[in-house]
């Protein structure tokens, strides 16, 4: 019979499995967000059974949250994979894209809203430069524009 190994080495075995695992912070969110997803399954078939006027078993819309928490798992990977094969750090509109590719209506869909952002963003940034430069008195281009003219109407009369 073998001898149990020492106290320090057994914490480091448990360490290496607990990190291998996720450790337990890593697992209670993935718990958490299982039962998010699980909920919302949830929620959506029930809107489904409004609608369509048909049942699911709780058996049914746990396998569906299942299939779907996996499939979500898929897709972090595989947007992490894009990213890092184009040496980046941030997963982009670009890697989402790609990842939705092979569903025509989805990938309209992100481009759409990928475009309402972007677009409303850059209104965004033009609001805060014009703030920025009324706050320092500085005139916008249009101003500019006028005060040259205004100023050689003045100056040929």
Known sequence: MAAAPPRAERREIVRAAMAAAGGPEQQMLAQRLKAAVHYTVGCLCQEVEEDKDVRFSK???AAIS???FRQCEIFAK???MFARHAKRTTVTTEDVKLLARRSNSLLKYITQKSEELASSNMEQKEKKKKKS????GERTPGEQETAMTENEDSNMA
């Open 78 to 80: 595989d947007l992490e």
């Open 133 to 136: 430069s009324a706050a320092k």
């Open 66 to 68: 299942e299939i779907t």
């Open 59 to 61: 058996q049914s819309i």
